[in-house]
């Protein structure tokens, strides 16, 4: 088993900036490709980013691109989210996810962290 537990969350102005943790503990040899989903008010949960047990290959949805960076540090058994130019439609729970298949289907959730951008 993996626990994920999120933090960094919190409420910012437009054009601010957020860095996200994700502190993994238990089994994290099996963390694998891991990411960071969000899902806003009335809105179904969808990735934010991935990234690889390396940390060579990553991926972002289109509307994060240029603003966010996904990275991991195995050591710390930490994934971080760095969340810059935010926008009031970044406003979501973020969510932690581990070991994601091809598909993008998580074995492991975090509880989440609210992200809240005013305009």
């Known amino acids: 088993q993996v626990q994920l537990v999120e933090s960094g969350g919190g409420l910012v102005q437009a054009g601010g900036s957020l860095r996200l943790s994700c502190a993994a503990s238990g089994r994290t040899r099996s963390t694998g490709v891991m990411g960071w989903f969000r899902q806003a008010p009335g809105k179904e949960r969808q990735v934010v980013a991935t990234?690889?047990?390396?940390?060579?290959?990553?991926y972002y949805t289109n509307i994060v691109k240029g603003r966010f960076t996904i990275s991991r540090d195995n050591a710390k058994n930490t994934m971080y989210l760095q969340m810059n130019s935010l926008k009031p439609e970044d406003t979501a729970l973020y969510y932690c996810?581990?070991?994601?298949?091809?598909?993008?289907?998580?074995?492991?959730w975090g509880r989440g962290t609210q992200v809240t951008v005013s305009s």
């Open positions: 996810a581990a070991d994601l298949s091809v598909r993008l289907q998580p074995t492991y």
């Open positions: 990234i690889d047990w390396s940390g060579g290959s990553t």
